[in-house]
């Protein structure tokens, strides 16, 4: 009995470990981690900002070339016109 509790209590500590990813110099040259708040926001807010690198709005179904520029940010917005995703590339 008190090894069905142990390994129940283990399976739900492990349960609860989120894996950790290092963050890719590749992933974060654009600063896009430090703008992931921009995430759910109104595309109108990007209307009063300045970003310091190239940088790509993306709108549903707009055509976007597939080459990958780890410095360019790409701001993703929704049909809904919400920043759905902020990410280098």
Partial sequence: MKHAAFAGC??????ACQPVVPESPELSACGAPALQ???????S???TMRFGTET???RPDMAVTMDFR????NIDID???RISRVFCG
């Avoid at 283990?10 to 349960?15: D, K, Q, S």
């Avoid at 780890?70 to 940010?73: G, H």
């Fill in 37 to 43: 708040g921009l995430v759910g926001q109104p595309a």
């Fill in 56 to 58: 790509r709005i993306i």
């Fill in 10 to 15: 283990a399976i739900a500590f492990l349960a």
């Fill in 70 to 73: 780890a410095e360019r940010l």
């Fill in 79 to 81: 049909r809904a016109e």
């Fill in 45 to 47: 807010v990007l209307q």
